[in-house]
């Protein structure tokens, strides 16, 4: 696995950063974890990381959320769930972040509606929701896409702007 290198930076930036995450995805973003994996830090900045793939699993995360899957309001109780199990995790009063990242790529089954994905960064005061529709042709580029998307949401989220 090579990370690409124009996002090598914020990858460092991130593991540079005193924030600590919990990140749950459900359908994309593994990549983007596997990124954040292969840049040395992760240990410090990544608490857990959950794939909630499977129906029950996702149910048991968002409360039983009656919303659609890929949906802001999933990717919030996604991210509000992974924040209050940092706050459990953490050891030490560090920054906290929970992230909630939720996609419908492209599948080898019919499926209805577009292909897009949803992430959700909550901290101690704020949960931040943003949408990405993915007109990437392969399965593969789009799941790079939403891998870019959630390194440099992260990164936003902790990195102080200049």
Same mark, same amino acid.
Request: glycine share 6%; net charge neutral.
């Given at each position: 696995?090579?990370?690409?290198?124009?996002?090598?930076? +914020?990858?460092? =930036? $991130?593991? &540079?950063?005193?924030?600590?995450?919990? %990140?749950?995805?459900?359908?994309?973003?593994? @990549? !983007?974890?596997?990124?954040?994996?292969?840049?040395?830090?992760?240990?410090?900045?990544?608490?857990?990381?959950?794939?909630?793939?499977?129906?029950?699993?996702?149910?048991?995360?968002?409360?039983?959320?009656?919303?659609?899957?890929?949906?802001?309001?999933?990717? +919030?109780?996604? =991210? $509000?769930? &992974?924040?209050?199990?940092?706050?459990? %995790?953490?050891?030490?009063?560090?920054?906290? @972040? !929970?992230?909630?990242?939720?996609?419908?790529?492209?599948?080898?089954?019919?499926?209805?509606?577009?292909?897009?994905?949803?992430?959700?960064?909550?901290?101690?005061?704020?949960?931040?929701?943003?949408?990405?529709?993915?007109?990437?042709?392969?399965?593969?580029? +789009?799941?790079? =896409?939403?891998?870019?998307?959630?390194?440099?949401?992260?990164?936003?989220?902790?990195?102080?702007?200049?």
């Amino acid at each position: 696995m090579i990370v690409p290198t124009d996002i090598v930076p +914020q990858i460092t =930036a $991130i593991h &540079a950063s005193p924030t600590r995450l919990v %990140l749950v995805f459900a359908g994309a973003g593994s @990549l !983007g974890l596997a990124w954040l994996h292969a840049i040395a830090g992760s240990s410090r900045t990544i608490l857990e990381a959950v794939d909630a793939y499977a129906p029950r699993s996702l149910a048991e995360i968002t409360g039983h959320l009656e919303a659609s899957a890929v949906s802001a309001a999933t990717a +919030q109780a996604m =991210a $509000i769930w &992974a924040y209050r199990r940092a706050q459990t %995790l953490s050891e030490g009063n560090w920054p906290l @972040l !929970g992230v909630g990242l939720t996609a419908a790529l492209r599948t080898d089954r019919p499926r209805r509606g577009a292909d897009h994905a949803f992430l959700a960064i909550q901290n101690a005061t704020a949960c931040n929701v943003e949408h990405l529709v993915l007109n990437q042709q392969s399965r593969l580029e +789009q799941e790079i =896409a939403v891998s870019r998307w959630l390194i440099a949401a992260i990164e936003r989220a902790v990195v102080p702007a200049p």
